[in-house]
Protein backbone atom coordinates (compact mmCIF):
# COMPACT_ATOMS: atom_id res chain seq x y z
CA UNK A 1 0.00 0.00 0.00
CA UNK A 2 1.19 3.40 -0.87
CA UNK A 3 -0.07 6.55 1.20
CA UNK A 4 -0.09 9.64 0.48
CA UNK A 5 -0.01 12.84 2.50
CA UNK A 6 -0.37 16.08 1.30
CA UNK A 7 -0.18 19.64 3.08
CA UNK A 8 0.07 23.37 2.55
CA UNK A 9 -3.51 24.17 1.56
CA UNK A 10 -5.09 27.01 3.16
CA UNK A 11 -7.09 30.65 2.57
CA UNK A 12 -4.58 32.84 0.30
CA UNK A 13 -6.36 36.78 -1.35
CA UNK A 14 -6.63 36.68 -4.93
CA UNK A 15 -3.18 37.55 -6.09
CA UNK A 16 -1.37 35.69 -3.95
CA UNK A 17 0.92 32.18 -3.65
CA UNK A 18 0.75 28.78 -1.96
CA UNK A 19 2.55 25.66 -2.40
CA UNK A 20 1.17 22.28 -1.97
CA UNK A 21 3.32 18.96 -1.01
CA UNK A 22 2.68 15.38 -1.47
CA UNK A 23 4.97 12.53 0.19
CA UNK A 24 4.29 9.01 -0.55
CA UNK A 25 5.38 6.42 1.22
CA UNK A 26 5.23 2.36 1.84
CA UNK A 27 6.94 -0.57 1.12
CA UNK A 28 9.72 -1.53 -2.28
CA UNK A 29 7.79 0.98 -4.61
CA UNK A 30 8.39 2.86 -7.72
CA UNK A 31 6.49 5.96 -8.97
CA UNK A 32 6.20 6.94 -12.42
CA UNK A 33 3.21 9.95 -12.70
CA UNK A 34 2.16 11.48 -10.06
CA UNK A 35 -0.26 14.74 -10.37
CA UNK A 36 -2.21 17.32 -8.43
CA UNK A 37 -6.35 16.94 -9.37
CA UNK A 38 -8.70 19.25 -7.23
CA UNK A 39 -12.22 19.37 -6.90
CA UNK A 40 -14.93 22.43 -6.37
CA UNK A 41 -17.91 22.10 -4.89
CA UNK A 42 -20.74 20.75 -7.01
CA UNK A 43 -17.98 19.83 -9.82
CA UNK A 44 -15.95 17.09 -11.10
CA UNK A 45 -12.29 16.38 -10.13
CA UNK A 46 -10.04 17.52 -12.96
CA UNK A 47 -6.33 17.40 -13.24
CA UNK A 48 -4.52 20.10 -12.77
CA UNK A 49 -1.35 19.08 -13.33
CA UNK A 50 0.80 15.56 -13.97
CA UNK A 51 4.69 15.31 -13.86
CA UNK A 52 6.22 11.77 -15.33
CA UNK A 53 9.35 10.19 -13.87
CA UNK A 54 11.08 11.33 -16.76
CA UNK A 55 10.05 14.93 -15.21
CA UNK A 56 7.56 16.07 -18.21
CA UNK A 57 4.63 17.94 -17.34
CA UNK A 58 1.27 19.02 -18.50
CA UNK A 59 -1.22 21.33 -16.89
CA UNK A 60 -4.90 21.91 -17.45
CA UNK A 61 -5.04 25.02 -19.42
CA UNK A 62 -6.60 26.89 -16.63
CA UNK A 63 -3.75 27.13 -14.46
CA UNK A 64 -1.26 27.30 -17.27
CA UNK A 65 1.67 30.21 -16.90
CA UNK A 66 0.50 30.39 -12.90
CA UNK A 67 1.28 27.03 -11.58
CA UNK A 68 4.21 25.02 -11.54
CA UNK A 69 4.65 20.93 -11.02
CA UNK A 70 7.93 19.57 -9.73
CA UNK A 71 9.23 16.34 -8.07
CA UNK A 72 11.46 16.67 -4.85
CA UNK A 73 14.95 15.16 -4.90
CA UNK A 74 13.76 12.38 -2.91
CA UNK A 75 11.63 11.03 -5.56
CA UNK A 76 8.70 10.26 -3.94
CA UNK A 77 8.18 14.07 -3.21
CA UNK A 78 5.97 16.07 -5.38
CA UNK A 79 4.96 19.69 -5.24
CA UNK A 80 2.45 22.20 -6.89
CA UNK A 81 3.52 26.56 -6.69
CA UNK A 82 0.60 27.98 -7.16
CA UNK A 83 1.09 32.09 -8.33
CA UNK A 84 -1.46 34.49 -9.49
CA UNK A 85 -4.24 32.38 -7.71
CA UNK A 86 -7.71 33.51 -8.53
CA UNK A 87 -11.15 32.73 -6.57
CA UNK A 88 -11.97 29.98 -9.31
CA UNK A 89 -8.82 28.05 -7.71
CA UNK A 90 -11.25 27.61 -4.77
CA UNK A 91 -11.35 23.77 -4.54
CA UNK A 92 -9.35 20.75 -2.72
CA UNK A 93 -6.70 19.77 -3.91
CA UNK A 94 -5.83 15.86 -3.78
CA UNK A 95 -2.39 14.47 -4.93
CA UNK A 96 -2.36 11.28 -6.94
CA UNK A 97 0.47 8.83 -7.66
CA UNK A 98 0.76 5.61 -9.88
CA UNK A 99 3.36 3.17 -10.06
CA UNK A 100 4.51 0.03 -9.22
CA UNK A 101 5.88 -2.43 -6.08
CA UNK A 102 8.73 -4.39 -6.45
CA UNK A 103 7.54 -7.70 -6.50
CA UNK A 104 6.99 -7.14 -10.16
CA UNK A 105 3.20 -8.33 -9.92
CA UNK A 106 1.61 -5.24 -8.92
CA UNK A 107 1.10 -1.86 -10.09
CA UNK A 108 -1.23 1.14 -7.56
CA UNK A 109 -2.81 4.02 -8.12
CA UNK A 110 -3.25 5.96 -4.61
CA UNK A 111 -4.77 8.96 -3.47
CA UNK A 112 -4.22 11.52 -0.77
CA UNK A 113 -6.72 13.05 1.67
CA UNK A 114 -7.00 16.02 -0.08
CA UNK A 115 -6.31 19.79 1.14
CA UNK A 116 -8.31 22.63 0.84
CA UNK A 117 -7.51 25.75 -0.90
CA UNK A 118 -9.64 28.78 -0.59
CA UNK A 119 -8.99 32.05 -2.75
CA UNK A 120 -10.73 35.12 -1.57
CA UNK A 121 -11.80 37.89 -4.14
Known amino acids: QVQLVESGGGLVQAGGSLRLSCAAS????????MGWFRQAPGKQRELVAR???????SYADSVKGRFTISRGSAKNTMYLQMNNLKPEDTAVYYC???????????????WGQGTQVTVSS
Open 26 to 33: GSAFTTNA
Open 96 to 110: NAQGYFHDGLHDFDS
Open 51 to 57: ITSGRST
